[in-house]
């Protein structure tokens, strides 16, 4: 049994990337132990579990609950039902302090993601947790990071000034799959057009610059070093098209990367085939 670190905000953390994470690796006789700046338990992106806000007419209380974009974009069943249990479980009630975290209690670190500009962004940029995630690496433990939560990895700077992932091989969210839910956003939740962008560009900067994909690029030895989905792959399709999620029995939709012990997937559709590979990386290293 691993003792796992998972950080994270106080609010607005993805439900699926978390909650399933967490539900395969206890399933598999981990121990996961939770962290938030104060030590309060937090809450999820409400919209994300609902899929409630993601369409025009979000608003109306009649028709509020017919979701649409709320279907494409929000945890499915999957991922509710985990967060629901992920409630129940004394661990994430009673979570540890960002200050308390010493790395050398832990043997692994799970850093999940979550795009809501204004729960998200203490996460990203919290120094604690970039040192933390520094010193994971330094010591060579297993590390696991999907969608958002490359970003701040990528943000973590050794000694030299480099980030944990210069000379790794990543992926993350890509621009494509942002780009699309960002569109879908400027539709459906037109009140809020940016809610799909923790970060978006300043003036003068190229449309995509502040993506996930081209910030954490930036981090690495070589643009070569970040990994997508070729076209020669047998399931290119399905894996790109930012409709099919992966589920406990069928991996075919997601793309996970593995670069030693440390893991990176793309986004919530990638969930149970991250959890489940990154569990292999710690059983492995067990036996």
Same mark, same amino acid.
């Given at each position: 049994?691993?003792l796992?670190?998972?950080?994270?905000?106080?609010?607005?953390f993805?439900?699926?990337?978390?909650?399933?994470?967490w539900k395969?690796?206890?399933?598999?006789?981990?121990?996961?132990?939770?962290?938030?700046?104060?030590?309060?338990?937090?809450?999820c992106d409400?919209i994300?579990?609902?899929?409630?806000?993601?369409?025009?007419?979000?608003?109306?209380?009649v028709?509020?609950?017919?979701?649409?974009?709320g279907r494409?974009?929000?945890?499915?069943?999957?991922?509710?039902?985990?967060?629901?249990?992920?409630?129940?479980?004394?661990?994430?009630?009673?979570?540890m302090?960002?200050?308390?975290?010493?790395?050398?209690?832990?043997? !692994?670190?799970?850093? =999940?993601g979550?795009?809501? %500009? +204004?729960?998200?962004?203490?996460?990203?940029? *919290?120094?604690?947790?970039? /040192?933390?995630?520094?010193?994971?690496?330094?010591?060579?433990k297993?590390v696991? !990071?999907?969608?958002? =939560?490359?970003?701040?990895? %990528? +943000?973590?700077?050794r000694g030299?000034?480099? *980030?944990?992932?210069?000379? /790794?091989?990543?992926?993350?969210?890509?621009w494509a799959?942002?780009?699309?839910?960002?569109?879908?956003?400027?539709f459906?939740?037109?009140?809020?057009?940016?809610?799909?962008?923790?970060?978006?560009?300043?003036a003068?900067?190229p449309f995509?610059?502040?993506s996930v994909?081209?910030?954490v690029?930036?981090?690495?030895?070589?643009p070569?070093?970040f990994s997508d989905?070729?076209?020669?792959?047998?399931?290119?399709?399905?894996?790109?098209?930012g409709l099919?999620?992966?589920t406990?029995?069928d991996?075919?939709?997601?793309?996970?990367v593995?670069?030693?012990?440390y893991?990176?997937?793309?986004?919530?559709?990638?969930?149970?085939?991250?959890?489940r590979?990154?569990?292999?990386?710690?059983?492995?290293g067990?036996?």
């Open positions: 049994m691993s796992i670190l998972l950080p994270i905000p106080s609010r607005d993805d439900p699926t990337e978390v909650a399933v994470s395969i690796l206890t399933q598999r006789g981990h121990r996961v132990v939770f962290a938030t700046p104060d030590g309060k338990p937090s809450a409400p994300m579990l609902s899929g409630i806000g993601l369409d025009p007419w979000s608003g109306i209380p028709l509020r609950h017919l979701r649409v974009l494409l974009l929000g945890a499915n069943s999957d991922a509710r039902n985990a967060y629901a249990e992920m409630l129940r479980d004394p661990a994430f009630m009673n979570p302090r960002w200050d308390q975290i010493e790395p050398g209690d832990f043997d !692994a670190l799970v850093l =999940g979550g795009h809501r %500009a +204004r729960g998200m962004r203490e996460f990203f940029e *919290s120094s604690i947790l970039q /040192r933390i995630t520094v010193a994971f690496f330094a010591e060579q297993p696991a !990071a999907i969608c958002h =939560g490359v970003l701040l990895a %990528a +943000r973590s700077k030299d000034g480099r *980030s944990v992932l210069y000379g /790794r091989k990543t992926t993350t969210l890509p799959i942002e780009r699309k839910g960002n569109t879908l956003a400027h459906g939740r037109f009140w809020d057009p940016n809610y799909y962008r923790t970060y978006v560009e300043a003068g900067q995509g610059y502040m994909q081209q910030e690029t930036r981090a690495l030895a070589s070569s070093d989905v070729p076209a020669s792959d047998p399931e290119f399709k399905r894996k790109t098209s099919a999620r992966d406990a029995t991996e075919r939709p997601a793309w996970v593995r670069d030693g012990n893991i990176s997937a793309r986004w919530p559709g990638d969930a149970h085939s991250f959890a590979t990154f569990a292999e990386v710690l059983e492995a067990a036996a």
